[in-house]
């Protein structure tokens, strides 16, 4: 009788905490890609207005008259390449000064609404995110049967549950840890935009020379890598919520108990790989 109640006692103890276990664990997760969908989607200046700031006043202090100084060197040797080019003015055309002109305005121009510029960039990928954010609002949300839970743990004796109820416990740390590599990786990439932005115009400085273009031209493409991760961080989650609405259909809780264990051990690799995917489609290096 008393061996009896024992066993009632931790059956009921480890359904409970499997049950616990399993919803705290979709709860979190859920959570977590809600923030994912709001982080990934802020321009610099939308997710923190302080730090924006301060990068923005270094910026305009400390690196643009440095990249003043860079701009007057190409323009003076802009203009000695076009001389030369020209038999040294021997076939002078007065058109090249106007070229010249319009050059030196277009480089004074970018280095002066250089963070107009970088701004209209992650105004792109915002617009992006935002539009798929809307459209797979529907996936982001994952849930599981209780009730079919529970009548499949109904069954299980006071091993069974002990073992599901480890396994269970597992995977919500698991979900933790995942929680933990998507805050790193949000703030991570934010941190890293920061540090980009900071020395915007000293390469935006060099786009109006041939020969010394490519470091805008690189510069740009890695400006386009970063705001557009966001985009692929959110196919990403979207990706591993539709995966973990599939184990409903598991044939046993420990087939879906693993089968989301190794769903999120992907999520995490595949993040950590956003960044260098997004650099190798925009070419960046």
Known sequence: MIANLIGDWLRELFTNGIIYNFTGMFNDMNARVGEVAGQVG????????GIFNLVRTLSETVVIPIAGMILTFIVCYELIHMVIERNNMHDFDTFIIFKWIFKTFCAVYILTHTFEIVMFVFGLAQNAVNNAAGVIAGSLNVDIALADLVDQLALMNVGELLGLYLESLILRLA??????????IIYGRMIEIYLTISVAPIPLSTMINREWGGIGNSYLKTLFALAFQGFLIMVCVAIYAVLLQGIAGAPSVHAAIWGALGYTVLLCFILFKTGSLARSLFGAH
């Open 42 to 49: 802020q321009t610099p200046e939308g997710w923190n207005l």
């Open 175 to 184: 979900m933790n840890a995942v929680s933990i590599c998507v805050f790193l």
